[in-house]
């Protein structure tokens, strides 16, 4: 009897170890998971706004593409308004080189 005395109190001293062992995993798996969370809220967050900073960075180079563009044909009209025969031949001319380089493909 003192055997099974002995037998059942390293079950019952297996048991305990086994339910801390396992309070202390699901407390381990917990702070891993809050941490993992919180990680990831930063990681959303730098992304946001470096997303944030680049979106506006490309809206600015639209803008000044625009703003080069637009000045670009109010040079050329003007060019066309202060002397439109020769923009006519220059744009005849063009049209007639383009053509003939096409034409020699075939």
Known sequence: M?????SNETQSDLREEFETLRTQVTELMQ???DK?????ERLGKK???EFGHYQDKAE???HDAYDA????VDELSERVRKSPVTSLLVAF????????ILDNDK
Do not use: Q
């Open 69 to 72: 563009g637009e000045a670009g």
């Open 36 to 40: 993992g969370e919180d990680k990831a």
């Open 93 to 100: 001319s063009a049209g007639y080189i383009i053509s003939k």
């Open 31 to 33: 702070a891993l998971k």
């Open 2 to 6: 003192a055997t099974n005395t002995k």
């Open 60 to 62: 600015r180079k639209l």
């Open 47 to 49: 992304l946001e706004s």
